[in-house]
């Protein structure tokens, strides 16, 4: 026997009307455009006319459901063949997103039915009178077959048959062969939300970089597509990870704040969307700063069954972070420790003082001369002569030392663990090294010189205002002595 090839296009075109046989083949010629060619909604339209010839119905349609409560429900004619003009139904405004009370028990029965993926058949002369039966011979159906379509264990829709002309009885067979329609349209509504979660996906992707990512909770297993991961293109979509070496793959200093922010989220409002900060180690050992955002799935048990979201690269939103934390307790010009963060500091530098008993010292000094050097040379220079200033200084400090701008030329140093002898010492490197360290500006040398202030607070209760009021009695003496000096008051020690 030789062999005969083809395909579904015009298979079972000889079958008679109304046999399985036709039902069968027009099943799956439309199985074959739904996943393969034109998929939602147009091969939807398709599938309805080829069940609607192979069944001899007079109408095939498709109600959408779109809210239901304790009391109502809405639905939308989204989809519909008619086998002629007159029993054309789709466009009317009594089936455009319509809303029914579910308060008659037959229909209330039907929703019930409906909502747990059964099927439902009607011959209207064998019902009993009533509101069901009089909306059907309004109608005039003579008959009705009604399937649930089930998306995610949830009622997305029905799928309806309706005939005018026959009282027709189907028999479990047929029902059968037409559930298999209710799942091809199932499979259509999903691989519809699959392509514009990809459409979405990627347009984001346009936007940042960013990767998506599942964890199951029953398999203990996490997927992540590998964009994040790799430095280098890799030839998968599908990276699954243990949850242990998921793990590993995020910085140390992370890993416990995540579970716990992820056992808060689960133990509380679950509709939310769960976000984290972290930093993710990629393949090449390199860290980067990701957000991690996911929703939660249940099962009907309320258990939590999924985990799944994007994560998306924060680099640059933490750099601006960080610039912005810099901004905010840094001076702008020289970029050491500006006036609030000072005063901050120097309430914890008192109190560590007063509790281990040890002496620190607070250096107040600003530029000689410096208004003369702004109103001669200009802004400019003075900036110049500033930032300089700032760079010999942190050149000549110690890993603890804090120094800091508080405005114009005015600078503050604190001495952590220094006694009087030792600052005095440290003040008056500083004044020689500034003072043989010019800069240029425009072309011009320039020479800077300094006068400090001195105040020692020897592990006594003090207040920042009151060693500040010293540091700055001590810098206006030195600078009546004739400036580029460091004064320090006779019993300033606080």
């Known amino acids: 026997m030789g062999i005969k090839t083809g395909n579904f296009k015009n ?15 027009a099943i799956a010629r439309s199985a074959e455009e739904l996943t393969t060619g034109k998929g939602w909604p147009d ?27 304790d009391s109502h429900l809405t639905q939308n004619y ?56 009089d909306t059907l011979e309004v109608q005039k159906i003579k008959s009705m077959l009604t399937i649930s379509i089930m998306v995610e264990d949830q009622w997305w829709g029905t799928l309806g048959f309706d005939d005018c002309e026959r009282a027709y009885d189907w028999s479990d067979e047929e029902i059968a062969l037409l559930k298999t329609a209710g799942y091809l349209i199932s499979n259509a509504v999903l691989r519809d939300r699959l392509s514009a979660k990809r459409r979405q996906f990627s347009i984001l992707k346009q936007l940042t970089d960013s ?27 599908n990276i699954r990870f243990s949850l242990h070496k998921a793990l590993h793959l995020i910085h140390p200093d992370d890993r416990r704040p995540l579970l716990a922010a992820a056992r808060q989220y689960l133990q509380g409002n ?87 008993r040890t002496p620190f010292s607070l250096l107040f000094f600003d530029i000689d001369h410096f208004k003369k050097l702004n109103d001669t040379y200009g802004h400019p220079t003075g900036d ?22 508080l405005g114009g030329d005015e600078f503050a140093l604190i001495l952590p663990k220094t006694d009087q002898r030792t600052a005095t010492a440290i003040g008056e490197r500083l004044i020689r090294t500034v003072e043989s360290s010019p800069f240029e ?21 003090t207040t920042p205002a009151r060693i500040i009021e010293t ?19 006779s019993g300033c020690a606080l």
């Open 211 to 237: 990767s998506v990512w599942e964890f199951d909770f029953k398999t203990g297993q996490i997927w992540c597509s590998p964009e994040l991961l790799y430095s280098v293109p890799v030839p998968t979509d």
């Open 471 to 489: 540091a700055d009695a001590a810098l206006y003496e030195a600078k009546q002595r004739g400036r580029n000096r460091l004064a320090v008051l």
């Open 78 to 133: 989204t989809f519909e063949w008619a086998s002629a003009p007159r029993y054309k139904q789709l466009g009317m405004p009594m089936f455009s997103m319509f809303t029914n009370k579910i308060n008659r028990p037959e229909y209330r029965e039907t929703v019930w039915s409906r909502q747990r993926g059964e099927w439902q058949k009607m011959v209207t002369n064998r019902i009993e009178p009533g509101w069901l039966r």
């Open 384 to 405: 110049k002569g500033l930032c300089h200033l700032t760079k010999v200084l942190e050149d000549q400090l110690r890993g603890d030392d804090l120094l800091a701008r």
């Open 270 to 356: 679950r509709k939310n969307v769960f976000r984290f900060d972290m930093r993710l180690f990629t393949d090449c050992g390199d860290l980067r700063w990701v957000e991690l955002i996911g929703n939660l799935r249940s099962g009907e048990d309320g258990k939590p069954e999924q985990l799944a979201g994007i994560l998306i690269d924060i680099r640059k939103r933490k750099r601006e972070e960080q610039r912005l934390r810099e901004e905010a307790v840094t001076d702008p010009l020289t970029g050491v420790t500006n006036r609030r963060l000072f005063e901050h500091r120097l309430q914890e530098y008192i109190d560590f003082s007063v509790s281990e």
């Open 441 to 461: 500006h425009d072309g011009k040398t320039h020479w800077l010189t300094i006068s400090i202030g001195l105040a020692v607070s020897n592990g006594k209760l």
């Open 11 to 25: 298979i079972g075109s000889s079958y008679e009307e109304g046999s399985n046989a036709a039902v069968l083949s």
């Open 43 to 69: 091969g939807v339209n398709d599938l309805l006319e080829a069940l609607g010839r192979a069944t001899g119905v007079s109408r095939v349609w498709i109600f959408q459901t779109i809210e239901i409560t």
